[in-house]
């Protein structure tokens, strides 16, 4: 399971398929991460430095951030695509198609004038969310969003402790 999490400066990402329950990120900040809540993250009850420090300590990458960078994603599932806004210009694009069961993600691109704000991620996880909110497959042609997806799968046959 892919999440992502935003308040006005940071934007959170949770996998779930690397979380193996240490429970750091409750302990650092327990403002953020509650198990007992749902959503269990909630990026606007604590300082931001606090939140990137709990995020420092997980020990198995479930938990990454990034800058916000004033720069919105959103999806537009008419056009089958995630889509980054600097103001009201866009400056990038994660493409997919569908056969109504599954999607398959093509393309990301970001402007090169934005490159490493994070902004590839945000785009792939944006989708990835909303596939696995509406129960569908997602596989990817895309090398990008390949690795991202692959990476859980790595993970998950390594397996994690409870
Ligand atoms: S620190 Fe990381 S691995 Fe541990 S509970 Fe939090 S997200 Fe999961």
Redesign the pocket.
Known sequence: MHRIYENSDIVVF?NSE?????????TASPLT?DPMRKPWIDVTKDKNSNMWQAIE????G??SCTYRHDIDVKMDEANLRSVAYAEDKEIGECDYSSDGSGISIYHTGVDSAYEGKGIAKRLVYTILEYAERNRLEVSATCSYAKKLIEDNKSNRLHGGQA
């Open positions: 949770w690397k979380c193996f329950h240490s429970r750091r990120c409750v991460f300590s997980c020990p198995s479930a938990l």
